[in-house]
């Protein structure tokens, strides 16, 4: 045939150099996968692909659900790849406890995602490894421990907040209304205090603007372009999703600097107010000692912000919504909640020590967060260092997805897993009992770093709501019609959705 050259194009039009070296490729990942690298066998999985890896058999948009029937088929370590990167994916509570708890410090590193690796530069606590990450995880975690995580003062910041925050939802009198925005912005306002040392205002523009991107942000770190992204960022760094996160970035740090700014022109050494405050100081104590290599920079300093912020915004707004809309769905669990809670707290403030008297709330608080599932593939992982784990070699640098979802839905460890039920945290005397596969916040040395502090909010935020109103569907929607269907992200939130706030009587309670 004149003018076709046999010799550098294929029969599919592919040039055969290139041929060459996709099944150069291919070849290499089978003998990796078979071989284990030398040190052992490989985790099973599906077959590869060249280039795409197992990307044709996995859903980006529900990843960790595809992963979970791959789990069925090959086990509780398997191997994936997603496009050219290893993945060895941990399912099931055993397997993620004993990696994560039992080899601690061989699972416990990040793995920065090439989206994560440009909105923070390592630098904050969430997105770091190493002597910076250490430091910075200890300094938080003390500083959040000193201003009330856990601690009475927390549940003071938090109480003090619902009342403004229950007015507002009083103000629909009954009507229609979208639950994320007042809780995003109540929840948000506890980390604030801790944080900045001061809550803001419903309606302060640069907070509303601050938490809808952090809401906004989260959701497309999940999204199905920035998954491309991150497999491929040679190939679609031109996505809009990617420029929209990055300029998100910087309008957050313009932000978040001008707070550090109105801060440091208050800050007294003597009467430090919040986490920022003792930051600044600490950093001006290691300037003075001439310290070189302190971690306690002003790149790091925003980052943590940023990181505290945007956590502790997203992930307790996300669980009340769910809270909220699943008791909405099932009236005779919200009508049980009210029941426990009118009996043994009445119409006066909820306590933190009322928690051990409320077996059935502790118990619905605690089934809404497995059922929800909010962060069902935690937030990558990375091995520290090559580790046979369960028979299997895994490489150094290999990044690690402990599945939570096949923790919270193991059907080993929950009599119902998919069904929203309080009694898989009670006995049969109707005592709250504590669930080893409870793994909302993870485990081991990447578990959530304000674990007390959302415990606390979520226990005093949803017994106060149930306990001031009753949560209904909107008039003509029924309590079937409720879309339980999530939102796809870094975080599930629920779907769009409006409930109404019905005010009960207050008197009855008196007790």
């Avoid at 410090?105 to 920065?112: A, E, L, P, T």
């Avoid at 994560?116 to 490894?129: P, R, V, Y």
């Avoid at 604030?192 to 001061?198: K, L, T």
């Avoid at 290999?398 to 939570?404: C, G, K, N, S």
Wanted: charged share 25%; proline share 5%; hydrophobic share 40%.
């Amino acid at each position: 045939m004149e003018g076709h050259d046999a010799s550098t194009a294929t029969p599919w039009g592919v040039t055969a150099p290139l041929a060459c070296a996709a099944a150069l490729f291919f070849l290499l990942l089978v003998s990796r996968r078979e071989g284990g690298g030398g040190g052992g066998k490989d985790p099973p999985g599906p077959r590869p692909l060249p280039l795409l890896g197992n990307l044709l058999q996995l859903d980006l948009k529900w990843m960790d659900r595809a992963l979970s029937q791959l789990s069925r088929q090959y086990g509780s370590v398997f191997t994936v790849y997603l496009g050219t990167r290893k993945v060895v994916v941990l399912a099931g509570y055993q397997a993620i406890k004993e990696a994560l708890v039992g080899h601690a410090q061989d699972f416990g590193d990040r793995h920065i995602t090439p989206i994560f690796e440009e909105m923070s530069g390592g630098h904050g606590i969430l997105f770091a490894n190493g002597d910076s990450w250490k430091e910075l995880r200890r300094f938080a975690l003390g500083t959040l421990r000193d201003f009330g995580m856990g601690k009475r003062l927390a549940q003071d910041k938090i109480l003090e907040e619902c009342r403004y925050l229950l007015p507002v939802l009083e103000a629909h009198q009954g009507r229609p209304f979208e639950t994320a925005s007042a809780l995003g912005r109540a929840a948000s306002n506890i980390i604030c205090s801790i944080v900045y040392g001061e809550r803001f205002d419903y309606a302060d523009p640069r907070f509303v603007t601050m938490v809808k991107r952090a809401n906004d942000n989260i959701r497309a770190a999940g999204s199905v372009q920035i998954q491309l992204y991150n497999m491929f960022p040679r190939w679609f760094g031109w996505l809009k999703k990617r420029r929209l996160v990055l300029s998100s970035r910087d309008q957050n740090m313009e932000d978040i600097q001008e707070l550090l700014r109105q801060r440091k022109e208050n800050l007294d050494p003597e009467m430090c107010t919040g986490l920022v405050d003792c930051f600044m100081v600490r950093q001006q104590k290691e300037q003075e000692a001439g310290l070189e290599q302190s971690h306690f920079s002003e790149d790091n300093m925003k980052y943590v912000v940023a990181n505290l912020f945007a956590a502790g915004t997203d992930t307790t707004s996300t669980t009340l919504q769910w809270g909220l809309l699943l008791l909405a769905k099932y009236p005779q669990i919200q009508e049980r909640v009210h029941e426990e809670l009118s009996r043994v707290v009445g119409s006066r403030p909820v306590d933190v020590d009322d928690r051990k008297d409320l077996p059935y709330t502790n118990a619905a608080i605690h089934e809404v967060q497995r059922f929800a599932n909010i962060v069902p593939m935690a937030i990558l992982h990375q091995t520290t260092r090559d580790v046979t784990f369960r028979n299997y070699f895994i490489q150094k640098g290999t990044v690690v997805i402990p599945l939570l979802s096949s923790a919270l839905y193991d059907e080993s460890q929950w009599a119902a897993p998919y069904t929203f039920d309080p009694s898989h945290f009670l006995d049969e005397e109707g005592n709250f009992v504590k669930r080893d596969a409870f793994l909302p916040f993870s485990a081991g040395r990447r578990v959530c770093l304000g674990e007390g502090l959302a415990r606390m909010e979520v226990f005093l935020f949803f017994s106060t709501l149930i306990q001031r109103f009753l949560f209904t569907p909107p008039p003509g929607t029924s309590e079937e019609e409720l879309d339980l269907k999530p939102l796809v992200g870094l975080t599930l939130n629920p779907s769009p959705h409006r409930l109404c706030a019905v005010a009960r009587q207050q008197n009855n309670a008196e007790a």
